[in-house]
Structure formats: structure tokens, C-alpha cells
């Protein structure tokens, strides 16, 4: 482009063209003046334009890099490849247009009647730049003969878009017709004049996985360790299995199997052998024993109320006790020298006494008689 203005020319004005947006804030620069070149010389430039914002949007100026001169006085110019020249006003705005999503959607091709399934919308021309794609809420996600689950959203994750749906339980409806699209509120990507769609098949014969899974984890259990295992067993038998059923009603036979599975009791432990201990040790004296301390501990260390399943546990406290007794050591007995006389043999020796006294007494008097001369 030739200068015009009276010797230099004094600004930087950039022009460059629009394009639709691809995740990148580069633009092409189809002509760029300088300032500083001399009126009446032919020299320009072509370049790269930087904008503030890889957004699909209007622009006035651009940060103009990479330029390359262009004209029959550029020989006399020169410029840098990597300088930047700074907020170069445009002759022209600059228009970034919104892209048209290529959307892919992914879903299994048939699905039970009432149960349910996951959508996937994928968008492939996201350029590299997952910042730039539509928030969640920004997409449209609708399927016919079914609805949203309960709780569930549009979740973004990378440049793919999912929902949980919950297929139709009506007999007569055949197939299911998933759409997505943009939403106007997109920033980079305008709504499709038609959404993209995808049909799903209804399975007529309802999916029993869930029941059998749910009757395999109750033949699993070990009956004998509950209370009452009959409520599991009615559940079991009350499951009928017939194609025709819409699924949610096949999934109120398994949840029926789970609830009476999680209302199950175990048996309490066995605390026999405890009391039998604890009796063994009552009936012992602790004078007797040199330390009876041990015998109390274990004693106290008994926890009532385990159930069947913590039976060694019960067992152990039991042994515990056993064992304490078993190791107690009796104190010593009492050894004595000096035996003294009991109060029996003390009480006696007046007696002995005086029978010796009255046994002398008779001798003498029997000696006496002999004596005297007879008449």
C-alpha cells in the first residue's frame, strides 16, 4: 500500500481478514503500513495478527508479528520477523464467526425398557482448545420415550458431553431418538439448523442382572449366622421372571432381595465358655493367692454383646481367664517349733496329781494294816 500522508507517514494501521473461529487468536494481516516510511514509496507488509481473545467475536486492533515486506521500495525497508508492534489499529474490524459443532453422539444401539442408559455427545472440531467449547448448560441433550434420571445433568468432561436417561416402560413404543445440539448461549459455536441425532432400540424382554446378582450375594451368606433369614428367602421366591415386565418392576424385585438382605441380624456370640470361667474364678479364695490381680483384670476385660461373627473374640476373653487361673501361685503354709500344750492337757494335771496323791494315801494305809499285830 503506497503512503499518501506529507513525508512519513506517522501511525501503524493494520488490515486483516476475518474467519470463522478454530481455538486460536492468530489472524492473518493482508497488509500492513508502517510508520516511518516516506510518502510516495510503495512498501508494505504482510504478517501474523495476535487478538486479545481466541473468542469468536469483533475486534479493532491486533498485535502484529512475523511481518514480511511486500512492495517495489521494500529494499530499502527492513523489518524484524519476531518483533511484536503492540495494540496496531485495524483499518477494518475483524469478525471471528461462530463454528458449527461437529457433534457425535454415543449410545448403546438398544437398551431394556425401563432401565437405564448413558448418552455421550462428543464434539470433534474442538481445535485443541477445550476452553473454547460450550459449557454443560450450554448443550441441548433430549431423548423421546424416555426422560433425564432423577438428580442426573449434562456433565462435561474434555469435548465430550454425558447424561443418565431412564428408558420408556410403555409396550408400544418401539425405538427411542436421542438429539443434541448448541445452545444460542455458546460462545464459539452457533446452534445447528437441525440437531444431530441417533435412534435406540427398546428391548421388549426386561434385564434380570441386577436380581440374579442380588441372589447371588444372598446364597453367598452363611444362613446359620442370623436370627431370621426368612424375610431373604420370601424375596427370592417372589421374583417371577417374565420378558413382558417393564424393568422397573424387575428392579423392585432385586431392591426387595437387597432390603431384606441389609435388615438381616446376626446371632449373638456364644459366651458360654465365659461365664463358665468367670464362675471357676468367683469360686476361688483370693487370700489364697499370692496375685489374684490377674484373674480380675481378665475378668474385667470382657465386653458383652459380640455377635456370632466375632466368636473367637468371645473365645479369647474366655481363655484369658483360664489362663490367669491357671498361672496364680498359692501363698506358702505356715511352719511352727514350739508346740504349746493345749488348753485340754493343762486342765488335766490337777486331776493327775491329785490321783497320785490319793494313791499314796492307800499305799499307807495298806502298809499300815499289815503291820499292826493281830489279836
Do not use: C
Amino acid at each position: 500500500m503506497a503512503a499518501s500522508a506529507a513525508d512519513e507517514i506517522g501511525y501503524n494501521e493494520a488490515t486483516a481478514s476475518g474467519r470463522t473461529y478454530n481455538g486460536t487468536n492468530v489472524v492473518a494481516i493482508t497488509d500492513f503500513v508502517f510508520a516511518g516510511v516516506f510518502v510516495g514509496d510503495e512498501v508494505s507488509a504482510d504478517g501474523d495478527g495476535i487478538l486479545s481473545s481466541p473468542n469468536a467475536g469483533t475486534y479493532t486492533q491486533v498485535d502484529a508479528t512475523h511481518l514480511i515486506l511486500k512492495g517495489k521500495d521494500k529494499d530499502w525497508y527492513s523489518a524484524d520477523y519476531d518483533m511484536v508492534i503492540k495494540n496496531v489499529p485495524l483499518a477494518q474490524p475483524v469478525v471471528i464467526s461462530e463454528a458449527e459443532p461437529a457433534i457425535e453422539i454415543k449410545a448403546d444401539d438398544v437398551v431394556y425398557r425401563g432401565s437405564e442408559f448413558t448418552v455421550t455427545a462428543e464434539i470433534t472440531n474442538n481445535f485443541d482448545y477445550n476452553d473454547g467449547l460450550p459449557l454443560a448448560e450450554e448443550i441441548s441433550m433430549t431423548v423421546e420415550n424416555a426422560r433425564l434420571k432423577e438428580g442426573s445433568s449434562v456433565i462435561k468432561e474434555g469435548n465430550q458431553y454425558s447424561a443418565v436417561f431412564v428408558a420408556a416402560d410403555d409396550m408400544t413404543a418401539e425405538t427411542m431418538t436421542v438429539s443434541v445440539n448448541v445452545l444460542d448461549a455458546a460462545a464459539n459455536y452457533s446452534p445447528l439448523a437441525a440437531p444431530v441425532q441417533k435412534t435406540i432400540g427398546l428391548k421388549s424382554d426386561a434385564n434380570y442382572a441386577i436380581v440374579d446378582a442380588a441372589i447371588q450375594k444372598a446364597n453367598g451368606l452363611n444362613r446359620e449366622n442370623y436370627k431370621d433369614f426368612s424375610k431373604v428367602d420370601a424375596a427370592i421366591a417372589a421374583v417371577v421372571r417374565d420378558k413382558d415386565f417393564p424393568q422397573k418392576k424387575v428392579d423392585a424385585m432385586a431392591q426387595a432381595i437387597e432390603d431384606a438382605i441389609a435388615a438381616l441380624e446376626y446371632k449373638d456370640a456364644d459366651y458360654t465358655a465365659v461365664d463358665a470361667a468367670i464362675q471357676k474364678a468367683e469360686g476361688l479364695k483370693k487370700e489364697d493367692y499370692k496375685d489374684f490381680s490377674g484373674v480380675d483384670a481378665a475378668v474385667n476385660a470382657v465386653v458383652r454383646g459380640k455377635n456370632i461373627t466375632q466368636q473367637t473374640e468371645v473365645d479369647a476373653m474366655a481363655q484369658a481367664i483360664e489362663d490367669a487361673i491357671a498361672a496364680l501361685e498359692t501363698k506358702p503354709a505356715d511352719t511352727e517349733t514350739d508346740v504349746p500344750k493345749t488348753g485340754e492337757e493343762t486342765g488335766m494335771l490337777p486331776y493327775i496329781l491329785l490321783a497320785g496323791i490319793s494313791g499314796a494315801a492307800v499305799a499307807v494305809l495298806a502298809r499300815g494294816r499289815k503291820s499292826k499285830p493281830s489279836v
